[in-house]
């Protein structure tokens, strides 16, 4: 943070802690002061933060590929857990040795889903961001899901289709089975998605309890846009382009894996809406989401 910025913050000149600001709450202090200076870790020249950052990283025999994808993780992240599905490859090994301060969690099920829903209760971050391990995703996006978080979104879920975003390696299959489910979803829920099956996503940890990933494969990433919508979480879209793989073999099938996405999204139609979470006032100031 810049000198002016540490003294904006020590003279409490916009926390809601002087008497002017507690007659613009009627009488009623803010949601919660300013955290300590020491709290916030540096963004940007400009920007800082109070919220810890876990990131989740699924992966199985990703070993050539993490080296890669660790490289482009911001300094800034205060926790990695790696999700290991048994890999028989020294992906454990090589994620130590980049990372040796890294969470390792052994999954007990199989497939995407079960990996992530298992780094997520690992997570001890205020926000949880979740990418892949095979180079498709770029961690130098972080800074745009964690910026969206801090302003005020409850869910931020990255878009090869917004402006900016993009994809080398969506085959027709894809895109023309993405396209007809992102609007079936926005049929049946009132939601703008432009992008439903796309694995770049994050949210707050507080939130865990309504997402509560409990599929197995691929069709995670639907179930959490869906649940996100079902229990009135405020969803932004923010662009991300996605690479093509590094090293090794996707195990996406388009066919079977769009049937699944289909499967989940008539399932949780016929469950009905998820209660309402409770959430922080519209008018609070953007220092109660923990941005400087």
């Not at 396209?179 to 079936?184: D, G, I, P, R």
């Amino acid at each position: 943070m810049t000198p002016e910025t540490t003294k904006h913050y020590n003279g409490k000149s916009s926390l809601g802690m002087n008497s002017e600001t507690t007659k613009q709450y009627g009488g009623k202090p803010p949601l919660r002061a300013m955290p300590p200076i020491e709290r916030f870790t540096p963004l940007t020249p400009h920007v800082a933060i109070s919220p810890t950052v876990s990131v989740v990283v699924p992966a199985m025999n990703e070993a050539e590929n993490l080296p890669h994808v660790f490289a482009t993780l911001p300094h800034w992240i205060d926790e990695i857990v790696l999700v290991d599905g048994n890999s028989t490859d020294e992906t454990v090994a090589v994620a130590r040795r980049l990372r040796p301060n890294i969470r390792v969690i052994t999954q007990t099920g199989k497939g995407k889903g079960n990996a992530l829903a298992a780094g997520f209760a690992a997570c001890t971050g205020d926000i949880i961001v979740m990418i892949d391990a095979d180079g498709s995703t770029d961690g130098h996006e972080i800074i745009q899901f964690v910026g969206a978080l801090v302003t005020g979104a409850d869910f931020v879920k990255g878009s090869r289709y917004a402006t900016g975003g993009g994809s080398d390696d969506l085959t027709f299959n894809r895109k023309f089975g993405n396209k007809v489910l992102t609007a079936l979803v926005n049929r049946i829920y009132g939601t703008r998605y432009s992008d439903l099956c796309y694995g770049y996503n994050a949210f707050w940890a507080r939130h865990l309890a309504v997402l509560n990933p409990d599929c197995d494969g691929f069709e995670v990433e639907t179930l959490l846009n869906i649940r996100a919508a079902k229990a009135g979480l405020r969803v932004q879209e923010v662009p991300s382009h996605e690479r093509c793989r590094i090293h090794g073999q996707s195990n996406l099938h388009a066919v079977r894996d769009g049937i699944r996405v289909l499967k989940t999204i008539i399932r949780e139609w016929r469950t009905g809406p998820a209660p309402a979470t409770p959430q922080p006032a519209a008018s609070a100031p953007t220092a109660d989401q923990g941005a400087a």
